[in-house]
């Protein structure tokens, strides 16, 4: 009713217990007209291909997407536009876009994970949240300490500015000053 868009995010990694509530979900999300889904996972994509028709489908940063070769088999299943990794230069997105005529959407801001394109363990096994299941706690940003293996309980601290030291982050990507570079790639 207010003319805007909606895309679902389905791209946690699914496990076998989440399957067999999928294709009820998938159809629900096709009998709302939804206006894409966003996948990752490539079972989750076979059954929204079978049950979620017609609905546009994007494939997620998550699935990883380092090459032409990847975006040219994800555009043959059926995907309509590609995020390719968070990780990749401009000359790697360009050559896909010469190689693969699907659209892309490139991340431009937001936090770089210490892991590839979001795939961490970290923080289910440190929080109990699992970021494949779109619920990181970003222990990447945690304070941390060192400690060497022939003197346990000495913590050192890793001094890298009056925050404290957060040795798993990697920077924020902020690509906002190259956007015109990234439209003229396509």
């Known amino acids: 009713k207010k ?3 909606v895309y679902v995010t389905v791209n946690a990694l699914a496990h076998n217990r989440d399957i067999e509530n999928l294709p009820p979900y998938l159809q629900w999300l096709a009998d709302l007209k939804v206006d894409g889904l966003i996948i990752s996972d490539p079972g989750v994509l076979k059954l929204a291909l079978e049950h979620a028709r017609g609905i546009p489908i994007t494939i997620s940063t998550q699935s990883n997407i380092s ?6 088999f994800y555009r043959e299943m059926g995907a309509s536009r590609i995020v390719p990794a968070r990780e990749l230069t401009l000359q790697e997105i360009a050559e896909i876009r010469n190689k693969v005529d699907v659209e892309l959407e ?11 394109s979001g795939r961490c ?6 929080a109990g ?10 222990p990447c940003r945690y304070r941390y300490r060192l400690v060497e293996e022939k003197r346990p309980g000495q913590y050192f601290p890793i001094d890298e500015d ?4 957060y ?3 990697s920077r924020d990507l902020c690509l906002l000053e ?3 570079r990234l439209i003229e790639t396509g």
């Open 129 to 138: 949240r699992s970021a494949n299941q779109g619920m990181c706690a970003h």
């Open 162 to 165: 009056e925050k404290g030291s």
């Open 167 to 169: 040795i798993l982050n």
């Open 3 to 5: 003319k805007k868009k």
């Open 106 to 116: 490139v991340f431009i801001h937001g936090a770089m994970c210490v892991s590839y």
């Open 121 to 126: 363990l970290l923080s289910h096994y440190m």
């Open 67 to 72: 090459n032409y070769a990847s975006a040219h």
């Open 178 to 180: 190259h956007i015109p």
